[in-house]
């Protein structure tokens, strides 16, 4: 019989459930890489000293440890599925194998700076939106803004509904939630409210939400697969390498300013975990069951001021 080989393997992985391209495409280039070192090699004769050769290989190939992990992680699934799902193996011959990943890029909170050359940009000054198609139009103009004024993660802002803006105890919120088809929250204590910043209800944005029908708040923002964001963090990404904003500044680093800024203010870790959906200390009684009023909230909310020059530019977007 032909011997089995780690090809055969990933055919049969690819159908065997319904995987999203990316998902193909990145296990797909991981066994390229484990190709180039074991050509037509049976999977049945894979040693753990193999292992250990592809991954002191992996560590000199690749430009971080991160990515030298991430590809060995997809052949190492590979292999389980060979063990546990087609019965080819009596055991993973790697499943021990590990690399450490060190972080080389640490992400840090917005500064002034970066902050000005952001919204300097035409976007917020004359209402100029965008052409590239993974901006989603007019999300390129609010959910900057919006990810600066609640620290919310760039995926929870991309799926917001209609629905999703609400008041509360009389107060405006962002609900995020995973209650639609295709929203998903980090963790547990992801879902939460926000309440509205008056820099974004001074900008417009209540008026923006009137205006649209329901579903999506963003309805020319494609989703990649069946992720919300994805296309927008790549569009904001190019944003800001074209911006010269450093490479340690990211979208997800608004979260860490919202923290930042909120700890200078004097404000509970308990009152900025809620907001930023951040699992809180103590006992689960307490993580459940403690109710911080939504006017708190939104007192704590405000205390954020960066003190933007931002056109309300909402009638020139509609």
């Not at 904003?245 to 009152?271: C, N, Y």
Request: charged content about 25%; glycine content about 6%.
């Amino acid at each position: 019989t032909t011997p089995i080989r780690m090809r055969d393997v990933y055919e049969k992985w690819m159908n065997a459930l319904p995987r999203t391209k990316d998902s193909i495409a990145s296990c797909g280039y991981a066994l390229a890489l484990f190709e180039k070192q074991f050509p037509n090699y049976p999977i049945a004769q894979l040693k753990g000293t193999d292992g250990h050769k592809f991954r002191n290989w992996l560590l000199t190939e690749c430009q971080t440890t991160k990515t030298a992990r991430d590809k060995l992680v997809w052949v190492k699934s590979l292999l389980r599925f060979a063990t546990f799902d087609l019965g080819l193996l009596p055991v993973n011959p790697w499943n021990s194998l590990k690399i450490e990943s060190r972080p080389t890029n640490l992400r840090t909170p917005w500064t002034k700076t970066a902050l000005d050359k952001l919204f300097s940009h035409e976007i917020w000054q004359e209402g100029t939106l965008p052409t590239s198609k993974k901006s989603g139009g007019i999300a390129a103009y609010w959910v900057p803004l919006l990810g600066l004024h609640t620290g919310a993660r760039c995926s929870e802002l991309c799926q917001l509904e209609k629905k999703d803006i609400q008041v509360i105890e009389g107060v405006h919120v962002f609900s995020i939630t995973d209650a639609g088809d295709d929203q998903r929250v980090k963790t547990f204590a992801g879902k939460r409210i926000i309440p509205i910043h008056s820099k974004l209800i001074e900008l417009g944005f209540l008026e923006f939400v009137k205006s649209q029908r329901e579903g999506s708040l963003w309805t020319h923002l494609n989703k990649r697969e069946d992720r919300a964001g994805g296309f927008f963090s790549a569009y904001f990404g190019e944003l800001r390498k074209k911006l010269g904003i450093p490479q340690s500044i990211v979208f997800h680093s608004f979260r860490h300013t919202v923290r930042s800024e909120l700890a200078k203010t004097m404000v509970q870790e308990k009152t900025i975990d809620l907001l930023l959906g951040h699992e809180s200390s103590g006992s689960v009684g307490a993580k459940v069951y403690t109710h911080v009023p939504v006017q708190t909230l939104k007192d704590t909310i405000e205390k954020l001021n960066f003190e933007l020059k931002i056109e309300p530019i909402f009638k020139k977007l509609k």
